[in-house]
């Protein structure tokens, strides 16, 4: 069961190209946010249509295929772990939550 443990699935489109630079000179960071989109219909019988954003950093190897592959509307399947951070900006604190991505699948056809 340990595996279960904070582990989050998305299949989703990403909203921009992704973000790739080296950190300390050797280590490989992605960046991108992608979009998943849930479909309803409401009491009323009305479709209703989600769209949650979510921020995801890939490390090393896989954020260089990331980085490579991933275009803005690209369809990606990713699983990770949930990350929380907290950091201050002009004395406010900021509280900001990303997927850092372990796996990737890429959904979509060839571009």
Known sequence: MNSLRNRVQLIGRLGADPETRQVNG?????????????????SAGEKIEETQWHNVVAWGKIGEIAGKYLKKGSEVAIEGKLIHRVYENNGEKKYFTEI????????????
Do not use: I, P, Q
């Open 100 to 111: 850092s991505m372990n796996e990737m699948v890429m959904v979509g056809g060839k571009n």
């Open 26 to 42: 050797d280590r490989t960071l992605t960046k991108f946010t992608m979009a998943t989109n849930e479909t309803f219909r409401n």
